[in-house]
């Protein structure tokens, strides 16, 4: 499957792995890059900016409706929060590193120095894998829990309990299928360049390492997950079909689960669409020479548009979320007009302040008129 795009790898040398499992496509992503103008430069951070800052405000958008009420505390918003963390992750350790790769058009020596640059060199590749395969485990695991839900509607069988396991079970898996990173990711020294790449060696053939575990992630983090997504999916709509005819008249909650279905289909639908490209490039990479990369018009535009397709899939997560869901939607504005009224609230103009000597003079009357009442209170005791 195609992730670990770290971008921290050989752009030095017009190569870079921004995959677990090979670092051939980022070089076609970026070969050409010092031939790109200022303009191009320019248009891609862009994007890649707005991408950031909208995956960045709109799941901590998430995160905050989902932990700010009780009510949002259900098993499926604890997957889609989730979710959330796994898009944040996703969006600081991609599309910062992307635009600094861009802008530079390779990455500064001195951050691949030394353990530091060890630790870097392992850690980001790591990271982004265990992102998305957090992400894809969390689709697949909503999937299951609507159809359980919608199938058994009588039986709660994923509580939030069982959720909150599963979530921890979830990350345990992705840590699983990454490690190998901690061992194939390395730094070489290239003369004066430092690169960091995977490489298998000693231990393992370098190029039948890399294509087979290619082929373990995407079938396990890709393929198993959205063919299993599609069996329950289609048995679903069988159970609503068959429900639609039973009952003429839609309950709420048959309203609200379908509501729910369709933004979890269109979460997994965008998710596959927005990897898919990746994919497809990462096999022809792998299993290829460039010369035939070339040769089928895979042009460094649009391997780029292919990776940022990817990457910003974090980002419309979120969107998906207001769009199809009236209950976020609402919480969103909620939130929104909470920190309007914090921004525009203001403190008391100077005129509209109470004047210190209009004070003082109030309390020194109200402070006179209080002695003279005592002293004559005083002289009428003593007649």
Not at 12 to 22: D, I, K, Q
Not at 209 to 224: G, N, P
Not at 264 to 276: E, P, Q
């Amino acid at each position: 499957m195609a992730f670990n795009t770290s971008l921290m790898s050989r752009e030095a040398s017009n190569r870079s792995v921004n995959e677990s499992f090979g670092s051939i496509l980022s070089c076609s992503q970026y070969r050409d890059i010092s031939r790109d103008s200022t303009v191009v430069i320019t248009i891609k951070i862009t994007v890649y900016a707005v991408a950031f800052v909208l995956a960045i405000i709109g799941n901590a958008t998430v995160l905050a409706i989902v932990f700010r009420r009780s009510s949002f505390k259900t098993t499926t918003n604890f997957f889609i929060a989730n979710l959330a963390i796994s898009d944040i992750i996703m969006a600081v350790i991609c599309m910062p590193t992307s635009m600094f790769s861009i802008a530079a058009k390779n990455i500064s020596h001195s951050l691949l120095q030394g353990i530091a640059g060890i630790l870097i060199c392992k850690m980001l590749p790591f990271l982004q894998g265990l992102a998305i395969a957090v992400s894809i485990l969390t689709m697949f695991t909503l999937a299951a829990d609507r159809f359980l839900a919608i199938v058994f509607p009588f039986r709660k069988i994923i509580t939030k309990r069982r959720a909150k396991a599963l979530i921890g079970g979830l990350w345990v898996l992705g840590v699983i299928f990454n490690a190998p990173l901690l061992y194939a990711m390395k730094l070489h020294e290239d003369g004066e360049v430092r690169l960091c790449y995977e490489d298998w060696e000693p231990h393992f053939d370098d190029d039948r390492a890399s294509k087979d575990y290619t082929i373990v992630l995407f079938v396990f983090l890709y393929a198993i997950p959205l063919v299993l997504v599609i069996v329950f999916y289609s048995a679903l709509l069988r159970e609503l079909w068959r429900g639609k005819h039973l009952h003429h008249n839609k309950t709420v909650a048959c309203k609200e689960n379908q509501a729910v279905l369709r933004m979890i289909v269109t979460v997994i639908v965008t998710f596959a669409v927005c990897w898919l490209p990746v994919h497809v490039t990462v096999f022809i990479a792998l299993f290829t020479d460039d010369q035939l990369i070339k040769r089928c018009g895979l042009s460094p535009i649009l391997v780029f548009i292919g990776w940022f397709m990817g990457h910003v899939n974090s980002a419309l997560n979120p969107i998906i979320y207001f769009i199809y869901n009236e209950n976020f939607r609402n919480e969103f504005f909620k939130l929104l007009q909470g920190v309007m009224r914090a921004i525009l609230r203001k403190k008391p103009r100077i005129e509209e302040r109470p004047s210190l000597l209009k004070t003082r003079f109030t309390y020194y009357k109200t402070s006179s008129l209080y002695n003279a009442l005592k002293r004559n209170s005083r002289l009428d005791e003593s007649v």
